[in-house]
């Protein structure tokens, strides 16, 4: 075997556009001769693939022809708020815009599983896939998967490979941590969500960087699981350990967490707002009716569900579109939260 032929023989699709500096579905549009690739995108494709001696897979020419208006939706993790209500309203999106969605649901998001969703969603003609991932792993995992259909990913964190849409958690988390600093607090604690979310990683990073940045110290999070039980066993720990010294002050990762969080305090004597203020993250139905009613981050789902849709139909109009900005949570102030007594 001659090296050219070796070259052509291990060259994919992942090389092909590395060398032409384009998604792999960029690379796959070219191959099956279709339209919305810039001229110059493609001829840079094209060229790439000469040089490779990249010969094409039956998966890198997967990419239908005809319009199927059907988008493939793949969610990972549990039926937490946050996922469930983003897949909500991009269905009540897609439906408004005429489009069909298929829909493949997985707790666990490991390579093998991810394939097997994508394979079964290509089978049925999608023109697109929208990942909501929970966990870190199901963003790495896809990035090896041969497409051959853009790939929209939920998700803040601003890792590249591909299109993404989403909340800004690490501007939200900042903006949560200084209502805290401004009412006086400087001991905040931070319940994190689990440690491979990309949302509890990138809300971790706000609260550091907010204290870092105001002088405060940022000790080790708590972290839990999204659900009021862990909020209210983290809050027990904290308070019988006395690990994070005389706080007055909570920032948790989620509601629920911070439902749970309360619970513990009241029942060990701490009051809230008196003694402790609470923040959370999300605003669910039930934040305002906690008692005391929850300071919290709201996410505009409406507005997620309408961008995701938005980013997706561009992209399938010109591979290249830049993604639109992250939407930014809204501070919205109840009664847990108070100034420094």
Not at 7 to 30: C, E, M, P, W, Y
Request: aromatic share 4%.
């Amino acid at each position: 075997m001659s090296k050219d032929d070796e070259k052509a023989r291990v060259a994919n699709i992942f090389d092909v556009a590395r060398l032409a500096g384009v998604s792999h579905q960029t690379v796959s549009r070219v191959l099956n001769d279709l339209p919305n690739v810039r001229p110059a995108t493609r001829e840079r494709v094209e060229n790439a693939i000469k040089q490779l001696r990249y010969r094409p897979s039956p998966a890198a020419r997967a990419l239908v022809t005809r319009r199927s208006r059907t988008i493939g939706l793949i969610t990972t993790g549990g039926p937490d708020y946050g996922p469930s209500s983003t897949v909500l309203r991009f269905n009540e999106a897609a439906r408004d815009a005429r489009y069909a969605v298929s829909m493949a649901s997985m707790l666990e998001s490991d390579p093998e599983s991810l394939r097997s969703a994508v394979e079964l969603l290509l089978r049925q003609n999608v023109e697109a896939i929208v990942l909501i991932a929970a966990h870190r792993s199901a963003l790495e995992a896809v990035r090896g998967i041969e497409l051959g259909v853009p790939l929209i990913a939920v998700e803040s964190s601003g890792r590249g490979g591909f299109h993404r849409v989403g909340v800004d958690n690490y501007r939200g988390a900042r903006i949560a941590v200084a209502h805290l600093a401004e009412l006086g607090h400087t001991n905040i604690v931070h319940l994190a969500g689990p440690a491979d979310s990309v949302d509890a990683i990138e809300r971790a990073r706000g609260w550091r960087d907010e204290l870092g940045d105001r002088g405060l110290i940022a000790r080790e999070p708590l972290i839990g699981d999204w659900s009021p039980a862990s909020g209210y066993r983290l809050g027990a720990d904290l308070i019988e350990s006395g690990s994070h010294g005389d706080f007055t002050a909570v920032f948790a990762g989620n509601d629920q967490m911070a439902l749970g969080l309360i619970h513990a305090l009241v029942r060990n004597g701490l009051a809230v707002p008196d003694r402790v203020s609470v923040i959370g993250f999300d605003d669910i139905p039930e934040a305002a009716f906690f008692s005391p009613t929850l300071t919290t981050m709201r996410q505009d789902f409406d507005e997620l569900g309408r961008n995701i849709l938005s980013t997706l139909l561009a992209v399938l109009e010109d591979e290249e579109a830049p993604d639109l900005p992250s939407s930014v949570p809204e501070l919205i102030v109840r009664e847990s939260t108070a100034p420094r007594a």
